[in-house]
Each structure stands twice: as C-alpha cells, then as structure tokens.
C-alpha cells in the first residue's frame, strides 16, 4: 500500500514538473526556458518491445555456454547490472530476497506460465531483462486499477533507460539460459 501510495505521487510530482516546464516553453523571455530539456530527460521512456539481435544468439547452446561467464559477471556487478541487489543466482553474494531466486531458473520458474498465461521462450527472457513492462497486463501496472501489484512492477528497466547495452542484456540473458 505504501508503494502504490509512494508511485502514484511521484507520478503527480512528474505530471507537475512536466507542464510546469510546458509553461516555461510557451513564454518566450522566460529565464532558463532550456530546463524544460532537463525536466523531459527525467521522464522514463515508455516501455518497448526487442527482438533479439541476430549476433545474439541464444538458440545456440555453444554461444550461451560461452557468454554466461560474462552475464554472470554483470549480472552480479553491484556497479553495473546489479541483478543481485534483488535475485540470487549461482555465484551471487549478499543477495537481495526481493525478487525470485534464479538457481535453476531453466528448470524451474521458466516453465510457468507469465502474467499475461503465455508460456515463456528465449524472446521472453530477452525482453524481461531488457524491459519487462511489456509483460505486465494493464489490471496489474496502472496503480489506479483495483488489482495493481506493486511486486510485478519493480524489476529495473534495463534497454530502453540505457542502463545496460544490447550486449550485455545478451549476456545476462545467456547467463539465466545457462541456469539449468
Ligand atoms: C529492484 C529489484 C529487482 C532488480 C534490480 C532486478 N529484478 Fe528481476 N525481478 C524482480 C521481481 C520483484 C520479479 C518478480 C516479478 C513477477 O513475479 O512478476 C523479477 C523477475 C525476474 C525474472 C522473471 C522470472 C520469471 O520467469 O517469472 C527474471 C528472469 C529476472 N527478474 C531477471 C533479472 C535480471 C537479469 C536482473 C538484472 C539485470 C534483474 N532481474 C533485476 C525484481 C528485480
């Protein structure tokens, strides 16, 4: 309750900054008009949609043998992908419990179906690591709906916020593949 309580403001705060800073835009003569640039980078992009790369490939069992090591490394770098703040997986320490344990993800919670009842693919895995939202029904993402759940909507966007490149979701992708 906290949390919805805490997103639905931060969304009023940024609803104010943005036509505060559309005000600002229409005044010609307004001091620092510029910092309506600094307030829109501030807004997150909405979600988005990936294909895996064709030099990403993780239908191969070889390619993802390989580049697990380096989304191991990644996936546990508190600096960069920071995975581990919230999952553990092998090799993780001082994990978070906020998410779900990944040990075994392939044999485990992969094979259960996803919010929306689909079942889950390599494609799946890719865009979770790179942007979950898509994944997320509306009834659950929109904290005005009566069934909002803030659990499914505090994984970190990772592509499209620019948190981490195409390569290195590739890698932490190959990495859970990997998670047998
Ligand atoms: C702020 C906490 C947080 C961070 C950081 C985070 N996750 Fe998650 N993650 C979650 C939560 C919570 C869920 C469960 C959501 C649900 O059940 O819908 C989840 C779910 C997942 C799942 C889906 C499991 C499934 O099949 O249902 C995968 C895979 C995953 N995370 C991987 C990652 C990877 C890789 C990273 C780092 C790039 C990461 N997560 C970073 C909180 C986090």
Redesign the pocket.
């Known amino acids: 309750m906290k949390l919805k309580k805490l997103l639905v403001s931060s969304m009023v705060v940024g609803g104010l900054a943005f036509v505060s800073s559309a005000v600002a835009g229409s005044c010609p003569g307004v001091e620092y008009s510029d910092a309506s640039k600094i307030v829109k980078k501030d807004i997150p992009p909405g979600p988005r949609l990936y294909a895996v790369p064709s030099n990403c490939k993780l239908d191969n069992p070889k390619f993802i043998a390989k580049k697990a090591k380096e989304g191991q490394k990644?996936?546990n770098n508190k600096k960069i992908?920071?995975?581990v703040?919230?999952?553990n997986a092998p090799g993780s320490i001082n994990a978070?419990n906020?998410?779900?344990d990944?040990t075994g993800?392939m044999s485990g919670?992969?094979n259960?179906k996803?919010?929306r009842g689909q079942k889950?693919t390599i494609d799946?895995?890719f865009q979770?690591?790179a942007d979950?939202r898509v994944?997320?029904p509306k009834k659950y993402s929109d904290p005005k709906s009566p069934e909002f759940?803030p659990?499914?909507n505090?994984?970190?966007v990772?592509l499209t916020t620019g948190k981490?490149t195409y390569d290195q979701?590739c890698a932490?992708?190959a990495?859970?593949l990997s998670l047998k």
């Open positions: 990644l996936f992908a920071n995975c703040a919230c999952h978070g906020v998410g779900p990944l993800y919670l992969f259960a996803d919010l889950k799946w895995v979770r690591v979950y994944q997320v759940v659990y499914y505090i994984m970190t990772n981490l979701v932490i992708t990495f859970l």
